[in-house]
């Protein structure tokens, strides 16, 4: 089944404050990018596009019949958010939470 994903985290990863915000979101989105493909490999999920906008990511997946949409979710968002914590300890500060993303995401199956 393919699964069309949104996930929100906060505006510009919170780098509003910078000295050079744009280069420092630049950092941030690609490192995020590169987390999402690692946690989707080692999941077994078949990521077929990616697309990082300034507060939402959207993933298009295509996921075994096993493989529950909701645990999924939950999977990428608490693993990548481990990931770019580590890599970006700051964004905790900035953010002023624990976790990256927002509770809410929106998902939909779009076919076989």
Not at 55 to 84: D, E, F, G, M, Y
Request: aromatic letters at 8%; charged letters at 30%.
């Amino acid at each position: 089944m393919i699964w069309d994903v949104h996930c929100h985290f906060p505006r510009n990863f919170g780098a509003e404050e910078e000295e050079d915000p744009a280069k420092l979101i630049d950092q941030r989105a690609d490192a995020l990018r590169e987390f999402l493909r690692q946690v989707c490999q080692h999941s077994d999920y078949h990521l077929l596009e990616l697309e990082i906008e300034d507060h939402w990511v959207r993933l298009l997946l295509s996921l075994q019949p096993a493989h529950s949409p909701a645990k999924t979710v939950q999977t990428i968002k608490a693993n990548s958010s481990r990931l770019i914590l580590e890599a970006f300890p700051e964004i905790e500060r900035e953010i002023g939470r624990r976790s990256l993303w927002s509770r809410a995401y929106y998902l939909r199956g779009i076919g076989d």
